[in-house]
Nanobody, 112 residues
Framework: VQLQASGGGLVLAGGSLTLSCAVSGSILSIQSRAWYRQAPGKQRELVAVSSIGSTTYAGSVEGRFTISRDNVYMYLHMDSLKPEDTAVYYC??????????WGQGTLVTVSS
């Protein structure tokens, strides 16, 4: 499975941004799709994860971020952005065989 993230950029606090991740390869092997982020000086953290019949969000983004997908892409739509949302965002998939794949990361900067 190959992942290619895009859509990051600079946005003002309160604004919106949608990240995209092109997913290719053995798509039928995918069990879960997720977005993670890593802020400067902090550990990578889970933002949202979606698997069959279940979607979970980190408490800090609940109600503001939405994970979705179509046949080719997975998306993270972000509303009401805050400066503390500034981070490098990574798309991630997990397969039924237990393998994990990561996109290259896309930087989101939220200016106050």
């Amino acid at each position: 499975v190959q992942l290619q993230a895009s859509g990051g950029g600079l946005v003002l606090a309160g604004g919106s941004l949608t990240l995209s991740c092109a997913v290719s390869g053995s798509i039928l092997s995918i069990q879960s799709r997720a977005w993670y982020r890593q802020a400067p000086g902090k550990q990578r953290e889970l933002v949202a994860v979606s698997s069959i019949g279940s979607t979970t969000y980190a408490g800090s983004v609940e109600g503001r971020f939405t994970i979705s997908r179509d046949n080719v892409y997975m998306y993270l739509h972000m509303d009401s952005l805050k400066p503390e949302d500034t981070a490098v965002y990574y798309c991630h998939v997990g397969t039924f065989a237990g393998r994990e794949y990561w996109g290259q990361g896309t930087l989101v900067t939220v200016s106050s």
